[in-house]
């Protein structure tokens, strides 16, 4: 999404201009964290009472990939760790696990998108395979040296199933807003 | 940069470890801020479970009708076998100066947030201590187990599942009577172990709570004992965890009892005369729910699932004839199967 700019002319259309371009770069991260944070909401939700697995999608992961890939600048590093903070506690999940985990699927994003700059669906969901694969070991490895004990990747494995076969929905819906 | 997120990630992670008050304040504080509005949106996924229910049931109405008939045909008599032996257990129970368990009380209340979260199986109910509950409190739904809370806020609690790898709840097998703990493994079926090591163990034997530690009453219905494995045995849960939209949890009240001077002084034959009991009229039936170790198992309402809102109740059961009915057949020795 670019960012509608004006070239500066005197007076005061041009400060108008670079006011909004200054406006824009300030709050540029606000709506990815607010679509991220509905996203968060939307996948505490029971979905298990409708018959899906109890172990709802990562959505959260996914808005921060579909960010990073779309516009990597609205998805800075702090801000990632902190939708992350939010997952943990809404999920109630060990403090600084997805935190970390939402840190290195932010860069895992940058660093598909740089040499894959494909605006495909295909190859942005393999991407997503990528990224969710990266941030789940993680997750595993800090899961297991939290508890002390090498945990089933079993339910890591089925939650990534779950989010990437979710990737269409959430990619389609992320690209309607602007 | 990645280093120094990493880093602070894991200093959050050895402080949620150490159970620093300070995050367990920022997770409380979250849960009441959400649980009014997941509670909201959790109104669609509802109706959703709803839609789907009835026409699962729509297809299976004369299977369904023909196998209801059968089990009331069968509960009618267990009914009166179970009315018998409650009469006949009060009176030898006040005979006897039998110690009653304190008095238990239930708050129904429904589930606004589960955590889809591949290591922690919890969820947030829409009670708090607005109705009286506190950490501790066992939850239940219609057939079992399901947990107990773990926080508290006004209006929200958080429930930790018998499955989460934190969970630990001290059972007791049935009719053998050795005693266990119920392990969590994050998987659908926890393990019992910490068994003696010469414990009598036979796949197929249920598990209820044993009451230790007083938290959670005894002879809640937990599950059937399966497989052998590395650490002790397979629990196949009666309590439908993977399906609870309402649950009920356990108010059990710890408080000292207050010594009553019985009717008459009734000396027992093991010399617990002196102990202090509740003054009990021969004539009523004990308070539901509570049983005597060894006795038959706990009376477990089913969960009213059209109950939206918390509802305070008190289940002892004014008379005889509104006691909750029993089905030693049931695999959980609740009457009526969902």
Redesign the interface.
Known sequence: MSTPYRRSSPGRAGSFSVNREALSQGIGWLVPALTTLTFL???????????LP?????LGLMAVYIWAVRRPSSMP?GLA?GLG??QD?????????W??GF??GT?AARAVHTPFHVDSLTVHWLGFLYVLGVTSVLVWL??C???GQF??F???L??GLLTAAFYPVGAFLLRSVR | MFASFLAFSMALLILDRAEASVIDKARSALDEMTAPLLGWLNGPVTAVQGWTDRAQHYFSLYEENQRLRAELEDLREWRDVALKLERKTARYEALLNVKLEPGIRYVTARVTNDTGGPFVKTFLTNSGTNDGLRPGNGAIDSRGLVGRVVSVQDAASRILLVTDLNSRVPVRMEPSGERGLLVGTNLDEPVLSFLRPDAVVTVGDRIVTSGDGGQIPAGIPVGLIGEEVRNGYRVSLFADINNVSVVRLIDFDRRPIAPVVADGPATGPQGIADQPVRGQNLDTPPAAGVQPEGGQPARVQPASGSEAESVEEDDRPADASEAPIIDPAAPNGVGGAE
């Open positions: 909401v939307f996948s505490a939700l029971p979905w298990g009472l409708i018959g109890r172990t709802a999608p990562a590093l760790f903070l939010v506690l809404l999920w109630g999940e060990p403090l600084g696990l935190g970390a840190v290195a860069m800090l899961a040296l939290y508890y945990l089933s079993g339910p890591l089925g939650q």
